[in-house]
């Protein structure tokens, strides 16, 4: 059978994984992990089955109130950045005091009909404490923190007075960025008393081909089939450096200029699933789909993809899809919480 247990995210120098012994918590509006192991090996990299595509994980997630989630897993290799391994998890964000409990449903031998619990006691320190940015319900065009205050979230993402290479925040991820560049852009935002950056998850030829490749290889020629583990261990150690410095991870899927345009429905919906699955718990997160979209999107595909994203959004981040100058095309669907415009590259917008 497999061991299963739930560790706390936590961010001591680096992001790092520590197993809490009994009695331990999570605190509210952190992120809990449920830590499953399978029974067999799978490799990232390489080889067949593919974990990524031939195994099925989700859980189903109750509060202590009583509210149900259903929650996917993702392959997370051996658990710190290997490509080799049997460590599956789930990422629950944990918004209410109390004890949680899980059951898990999975096609694959050690990862089906686990269950078990954890408690959240304490609030997330920071301003986060107040619970994500949601539509304020008094005032709709506007945002608040769900348990807290308005807020009006401001981001520079053409930063051109900035040094080579940390103009454009949309490339923080990018594997041609150093962890010092990356600490140097996120210590430019907080000076500048932004609490918004926008990054690319999916970057090919935007930027001067400053890439950002969350599949396994190289721009242009990845395999779309497979995930970088370490390359997403490090998209998650910046997510949680964003939060606990107060600042919103705007993160974008699909990144113009690139071909994404081209890609399979497959391809696609493969990355935004996993990628929901990876990154969605976390408080400080909000998602859109695509920059630019009438460049290689038709306004079915948009629509498509982008009610597949709310469907594998079980914390209800804010999501949509940002377009050309000009009327938003999509203001009465379900899944577009708010309208993402391009306002002119020589003019000044957030």
């Keep these: 059978m497999a061991r299963s247990l739930f560790v706390c995210t936590v961010l001591v120098g680096m992001l790092a994984f520590a197993t809490p012994q009994a009695g331990e918590a999570v605190s509210r509006f952190d992120t809990a992990e449920i830590v499953l192991r399978s029974t067999s090996s799978f490799n990232a990299g390489s080889g067949t089955p593919n974990p990524f595509t031939s195994v099925d994980l989700s859980a189903r997630v109750t509060a202590p109130s009583g509210r149900a989630f259903t929650v996917n897993g993702f392959f997370d290799g ?185 890609l399979s429905d497959a391809d696609r919906q493969l990355l935004i699933e996993y990628g929901m699955a990876r990154l969605s718990g976390y408080v400080n997160t909000m998602f859109t789909l695509a920059l630019e979209w009438q460049e290689g999107w038709t306004a079915t595909e948009v629509a498509t993809h982008a009610q597949f994203l709310h469907d594998n959004n079980p914390w209800d981040r804010l999501v949509s899809v940002h377009g050309v100058t000009g009327s938003f095309k999509f203001p009465g669907e379900p899944w577009a919480d708010y309208m993402d415009i391009q306002a002119g590259n020589n003019s000044w917008h957030g």
């Design 78 to 262: 051996d658990g710190a950045g290997g490509t080799i391994g049997n460590v599956f998890k789930v990422r629950v964000y944990a918004d209410e005091i109390g004890t949680w409990r899980w059951t898990t449903t999975s096609n694959t031998a050690g990862l089906n009909a686990q269950s078990g619990s954890f408690t959240v006691s304490g609030t997330l320190p920071g301003v986060f404490g107040q619970g994500p940015v949601v539509e304020n319900p008094a005032r709709p065009r506007t945002f608040m923190h769900q348990y807290g205050e308005p807020v009006y979230l401001l981001g520079k993402f053409l930063d051109v007075a900035a040094p080579s290479p940390i103009q454009y925040s949309h490339t923080m991820f990018s594997e041609n960025l150093t962890e010092t560049n990356r600490q140097a852009m996120l210590d430019r935002h907080r000076g500048m008393k932004l609490n918004k950056i926008n990054v690319y998850l999916a970057n090919r030829g935007d930027y001067s081909s400053m890439s950002t490749t969350p599949w396994v290889g190289r721009a242009w020629s990845e395999d779309r089939q497979r995930f970088d583990l370490a390359r997403w261990r490090m998209f998650e150690r910046w997510v949680v450096r964003m939060r606990d410095a107060g600042v919103v991870a705007h993160l974008w899927f699909f990144a113009d200029d690139s071909g994404f345009g081209d």
